[in-house]
DNA sequence: ATTAAAATGTTATATTATTACATACTGTTA
DNA sequence: TAACAGTATGTAATAATATAACATTTTAAT
């Protein structure tokens, strides 16, 4: 059996791949030039060559951007394979963050439509708080 | 009648009152540095400046930072007297940002607990897409 | 083989934000 | 008033995050 038309539209280029295991095995967000100083060894020299990846890898669903930090974790929400409705949990103390996969949740957001009738393609959410370990 | 002990709380200083006027007046967010070209003329000089008035005027809540952006709105939404559960519009073209306020939406989002029973203290949500004139 | 799209390599630069340290102002209390 | 604590300011230097511009190479389909 080959590879199925989506996964291929997927697949990963070089140094995509690098990127990805390197942010996919982190326990923690990683940001880009933490990121550019553990792929140095594999022969990621430039901080464009990160961020091109990086964007591409948000594209297509694979990372995400947790943007009130400025940092990238591993999509591990399989029903998002496109980053259009992001949600994570965000623990003030020891900064861990988790995806958020909450049917009602993604459902409540993905109907909402404000005043002006203006409908949304995409939406982030962040939550902070405290979490077990830090409470 | 003098000045109410909420309001003296929150007075601001010189620095503070400068950048407030700025963004409250600005039809669109600010960024910090656009900030500091606009108030050079008024003898605020240096970025650090500008970043201790955002930071203390975020904390207050008289105006909020729109994290995808990297750049700053006053609040108005008289229910948010402190950033703690912000909703923001977005479209993608024209970048205008407006406010959310939805009673529904923030019922919702401050009643939202997580599988790991998480409590949250604290939320940001961003809408993306397009505006009516946009459309 | 041709070709177009995507990805890469490289240098330089732009943008966003903080550290460190010295000084001054504001309001409260002894 | 004097002392004090908390907040705000001024200034220089630097750190951290992200993009522009341009040349080249790889990939995958025709
Ligand atoms: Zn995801
Ligand atoms: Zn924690
Ligand atoms: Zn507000
Ligand atoms: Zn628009």
Redesign the interface.
């Known amino acids: 059996m080959g590879i199925s038309k989506i996964d291929k539209m997927h697949s990963l280029s070089k140094n995509q791949q690098i990127i990805f295991n390197l942010i996919d095995k982190s326990p923690e967000p990683l940001k880009a030039y933490t990121i550019l100083f553990n792929v140095q060894k594999k022969g990621i020299k430039a901080p464009l060559q990160v961020y091109r990846a990086l964007d591409k890898l948000v594209e297509i669903g694979k990372i995400h951007k947790i943007?009130?930090r400025n940092a990238f974790i591993a999509c591990h929400n399989s029903s998002c394979q496109v980053a259009k409705a992001t949600a994570f949990?965000i623990?003030?103390i020891c900064e861990k963050v988790?995806e958020?996969s909450?049917a009602g949740?993604s459902k409540?957001?993905a109907g909402?439509k404000?005043?002006?009738?203006?409908?949304?393609?995409?939406?982030?959410?962040?939550?902070?708080?405290?979490?077990?370990k830090c409470r």
């Open positions: 943007e009130s949990s623990c003030e988790t958020i909450s949740l409540y957001l909402f404000d005043k002006d009738g203006m409908k949304y393609s995409k939406y982030n959410l962040e939550f902070f708080g405290l979490c077990k």
